[in-house]
């Protein structure tokens, strides 16, 4: 029983190879009248794209996206919302020094083991650019959670050991796209960004952090005891390639912590109930509680490497592979929009399944 | 829509509160002809039941099981597997005191706002009493991963500060039920104990972390792209009570490691393809490479705290939370059995879902 | 991948053999606040129980229930609602004869082909008592229904060759439960009780049908292209033991009748916009249009019969499966109380669903 | 909750509308290396489209697919496969004069009040053209079970009250395509054809009748209690439009059968179970027994006809719904394949679903 659909209610199903043909979502439940804006769509993949600076892949990819049904007269008609975005040029490549070799820490090997055969043109459906749909996607989700005030930005705060350390009310979430690390603070910005082209010219890749902070989530969101809000950002995260490790609130952290000091007290603000401090990030039970929803994502290095690495083929036999290419030195700072998507996403779906609680 | 559900083939759906009638869990999916093995059952229960050592909560709960269908002459007949515990005096304390206040860092808060009411008794649908229903179907699980010969093994590996830090291939794993904390290393698992024996003193509770080792996974389990093995342990585990990370693989760590560092070089092993590093955890692109596959999780401190604290009542009118009753100062030791169960529910899963990807 | 669940918001699993400890069933996405009447609950599984009148299987069941959680203080707390029904003196009787046997027409070979082991003590879970668990669940569905006003009423409109011809709004139904055979016209329904007793006496078994319509339900039901009402009503329909046909609407008779004598005219009647005929059974395009709904279902004879039978045993020998125990001559009247709560299950879900439709 | 998708492990996920961009599929599901035949996709599509005889509409789609994803080399690669069928000329027709008006019978007016707006060119998403989807993924169910010799025919057995009688055992399905009606037998089929285009000169449309016979399929299939296998290809069969009426095996006959007319005595037959007759249908208790599975569906008349009809507008207002276009005088003939495909997809489903049931 394959994985390709995310989503209950605000359901989403991809589709789409790294070198195929197109790659596309349909999203089955947005609901009825929502206006859809092609060109804020289209922004969302520019982020996404590769090619946009110094510090990511080179290659060019328009990725411009085509909306085949579900909209009629600008706004969303409550039947399925397919989105396609056709990949230029994928036959032109030759991928036959890899067809056969399993590259360290690629899936290769997985799903020659899982499948049997595999499309072995760059990476086939394992590559991230699978996440494109995602993206496309999720603007629709930010369209529908801005009808309720819901923000999500997500930024880079760690790249190998250079991490943000302002906390997140002092920093100023407009400055996260002034950068092409996407790191709301200029000086550790610059810090990252040297540091990624430093790791470039090494033939090296290095990995990172995006951290996620979402305002204005109302509270009762969540559906325990499986389906709690933060189960669903996690499984959310860990589904984007390379990440390999998820943590809201206090987080790690909260291991060496006492409860007298974890707990957040509650105090009314006039008509409001919030909380003192913020450990349970946003979420208690599994259901949000109106205060900021924020978590950390851990992101590996690359595998690609400009190195030749050893490996096997699939007899079994020893083989080189070489490096070469055109690949992220670091994920991370494409990887932003794709976490807001992601999240948006999950925050999309329980809103609308909050709606079957109430009588 | 509600969310108590988890698997999509090997289904389970649980239901019970705190101090309702009874818990229970339903598993739609089992293959026919299992063996089922009542003694197993019990054991894994009671590694998961209060009262069971000095350092966990002293309330009496016997979690006696009664199977209430699907296994006929000793075997699973591949009809729904209906799994009940009743609770013993669910009626005799009383909850008034509690019933109109908000708990700090609990979920009455959130389960007011979402349901409208909330049944108030030890915390109701909220409470981990709920694990109950999944340790049980989580013994079903494994019986089931036994036939293939993967085996699953948590243990505490830190609490507090007191970290356990022998790699995974020194430890014996037979140890870990030799000792009150469920750490397979005497030294630290009595430092462990020691400092939850202060806690408690204190009226205090203090947050730990589990880590979970799973062998002999078959090459192949997993579904990208969003149901990929380690998102959906993710999330597995992060819907478990007071759980706040997961990290797999290298995790966190990888965030300052090197492509070239990171990267796991396949070899071959005989006819099989093996990885002489494992900083993948044992999956590569959401499908498990045949390695072990391990992973961390993150509990906070538990809630309920012997002092009292500041909060505010369903009015948003201040009012004090004073500590009393029996619990747990530290979750770890109990969170072993459900951690397990978790995981064993996953793979019986995806052990499942995988047979329909071959023609 | 089992199926034992129903429902996609509003949630059924059902367990239970026919000679197991217990029958059950667990709603997962009852709205919170709902009232539980269990009187209302009993009285509904004492319409389907077996031994409430002369042309019903004579067996005693009490079909007593108890609700095991997700209500508190007499009112639905959003979290799953189960409820189970323990089977009486299930170990008592003898089944040796029948355990190797195939009866004609019952499931015993289906099931030992399937799940190659089979409990075989009145037929495991492949009985009509199974429906107990619907009932009950259907009990919660109608309650929730009655808040909008929507009922359910279903009747027996034929017994062999005896049909109930009187046009639907002409009919009292009232009277549905002033009989045993449950049909609100007397004069049929003595007919129908007659050919019962006759038929039974034969040792002989008969078809039947039912009719049910619902009223009052709003437009807008309905979820195109997959899950249009009536589709999803014919398949809880179908899922019925011993059904064989389902219609709507004009059903069959569609067949041979023109486009200008099947339209049905759309006229304005004060706010509504109501039509003039109901051809299309209250629902068009997969839709409920606001008229009243209503479909027939065919069953087949029971398939126990109180004479000898040839037929094979699991070796593929030739042997007599004779007849003997206390099984219904006719399942209609038993059957109502069934359609109904299968009804009401579609309904509930589909309206808990449609409410993801708007902004 | 909509409900665009169908099939739980075989899943499809289907979208577009008449007049919009384009309508496709995407089938999550299919197993890896099944060798995907395009021209047999095309062929089953061209069974499908517009204009193919005088008695269909006379429009014209050539009804091109695309395969987007999914398949390298000519095999499918165990990811999402995705078929996308551009509409030519979507925008060229002017639909004003339907925009507000609510046509008899057909889904305008449930649209509307479901949705809010609606998509009115064509019909929209309610518009049969939708089925051309749900042919293409069929094509790729049929090619799956084909490797395990599982056929299925379809074929008209009615129109208007000209019906077919002959048994299925003396028909010759191999001339089914031999005519325009896809009726196998000669002489009914022109009576039908002269109906029909009597039918279409007088401006009218007729209803008809379709009967679906499989054979091979082995005995285990289907999900009791609630995805039996008539239940799902009972829903399978009245999600396609125009659908009143579904029955299998005996069918609405068995109302007035006796139990010792109606079993089905078994017989070994070599190593073989069968039995003597089959008013089961081929399935018994939801599950198949490997005899042939056989069931009718009754097609209401089409509800555009050559005539004007009163009707009302959006506001309730009285107003005259013109008979213009080119419109299926009956709908038989064209649902044909669709029937096929819809029955295709179901078993694909069960045929996966059911690898779970063993150990």
Redesign the interface.
Known sequence: ??????G????I?????SH?????V?I??C????SIDEAFIQSELDRRKPGQSAIVTQRKEGDHF?????V??G?S??????I?IRNKDQKSKDYSHIADK?R????D???K???????YRGG???SAR?TVARVAAGAIAKT?LK?SGITINAFVN????IKLVTPDNQLDFSKIEDNIIRCPEEKTANAMIDLIKD?KKQG??????IRCVIKNCP??????????L???L???M??I?AV?????????A???????????????EG?A?K?TTN???G????????MDIYFNI????????M?D????DVD???ATVTGKGRHDPCVVPRAVPIVEAMAALVLADHM????????
Chains 1, 2, 3, 4 share one sequence.
């Open positions: 029983m394959a994985g390709n659909s995310f209950q209610i605000f359901k199903s991809t589709y789409g190879e195929g043909v197109a790659l596309g349909t089955d439940g609901p009825a009248g929502l085509e909306i085949l049904s579900g009629f007269e706004k008609t409550g039947t399925p919302i397919s396609m399993f360290p820490s690629h899936a090997f997985t799903y083991a899982k499948y049997g055969n595999r499309d086939g459906r394992s699978e529908l009808e760690q790249v190998g050991n790791i090296e890749t290095i990995g990172g952090a509270a009762g969101l969540g559906e325990p005891v499986f389906d709690k933060h189960a669903d996690g499984k959310a860990l589904s390639n390999k490790g998820f943590e809201y609130g206090s987080g790690f909260a291991i060496s912590m006492k409860g007298s000091e974890h707990n957040d007290k509650f105090i009314s008509e109930i909380t450990f349970s990030g979420i208690q039970g599994g259901i949000s509680n109106g851990a992101f590996k290095p690359v595998a690609t490497i190195r690495q050893q490996s096997v079994g036999n020893e609308l399944r909050d709606r079957s609680v109430r009588l």
